[in-house]
């Protein structure tokens, strides 16, 4: 990069303070059930997304035990994939679902969780099989539509995703998870202002998340519009994340393939526009 390039992108870092989280990644829906409980009372229920490492650990223990002692449990073994999920640990996700893959191979609800297995794992062609395969087994459902169209559009085919998030909406008329998934996917094809549009209706539905604030401020910030990504960042994030330039910098240099991603994103917008 030349030198006039970087001193750029460090002032933009800089500037960019009021977002968090750096991050493209795509929610995929389809929650566990919430019952946030202490280490000692684990009974089974599936921690809620606050959960800490000690419950998380604690829960999946309980159904690694559940599933090794019944193989063929399909219940076990979605949960215990869950659980491994939200510690970041996809790949050992995916050789629980392929077990009991094999007692259910056309078993909807474990497709659907192996196939978001599968796209955490980075394995997205098998993933967007999976989930394929999933869809066709039944009604349509709305949080496996986005959860194929997150995957359409880590596999660049994002025209493709976006026909899939208008059947999810169709069935769930302003979904916040969804619309994040769709503005996120304008951001990927180099439509700042779209994406920007979208996810602020996101953001204006009741029951949004954190994170689709969080994806707005990012897009605003991408855009110069530093003052608005501030304000949308406040109404999501305690204040010492906002104000701590510290603070972002180190999240933003733990997440160097994302902030590379954001700098090939800019360029390409940018080029588009010049032309």
């Known amino acids: 990069m030349p030198l006039s390039e970087a001193h750029r992108w460090r002032g933009r870092r800089r500037r960019l303070v009021a977002v968090a989280s750096v991050t493209l990644a795509l929610i995929m829906a389809g929650c566990a059930s919430k019952n946030q409980m202490a280490e000692s009372d684990f009974s089974g229920s599936l921690p809620d997304a606050s959960a800490g490492p000690e419950q998380l650990q604690s829960a999946t223990d309980y159904w690694s035990k559940k599933f090794a002692q019944n193989p063929a449990d399909k219940s076990a073994a979605i949960n215990l994939s869950r659980m491994l999920r939200a510690q970041g640990k996809a790949p050992q996700a ?14 909807r609800e474990v497709l659907a969780e192996l196939g978001k297995g599968l796209a955490e794992a980075g394995r997205h062609e098998d993933a967007e099989q999976a989930l394929v395969t999933a869809l066709a087994a039944g009604e349509p459902d709305w949080q496996l539509l986005s959860a194929h169209g997150a995957v ?87 204040e010492a994340t906002v104000s701590s330039n510290t603070t972002y910098l180190k999240q933003l240099l733990s997440q160097p393939k994302n902030w590379a991603k954001l700098q090939e994103l800019e360029a390409r917008n940018k080029t588009e526009k010049s032309r």
Do not use: C, W
Request: proline fraction near 5%; charged fraction near 30%.
């Open 94 to 107: 995916v050789l629980a679902m392929r077990q009991v893959e094999v007692q259910y191979p056309r078993d």
């Open 152 to 238: 359409l559009d880590q596999l660049r085919q994002h025209k493709k995703a976006r026909e899939e998030y208008a059947r999810a909406l169709a069935l769930v008329q302003n979904e916040p998870s969804v619309l994040n998934n769709l503005g996120l996917s304008y951001a990927l094809d180099r439509n700042l202002p779209k994406a920007e549009e979208v996810l602020r209706k996101a953001a204006e539905q009741p029951q949004a998340s954190r994170e689709v604030a969080e994806n707005l401020a990012l897009i605003l910030g991408l855009q110069g519009k530093f003052d608005d990504a501030e304000q949308v960042a406040r109404t999501a994030l305690p």
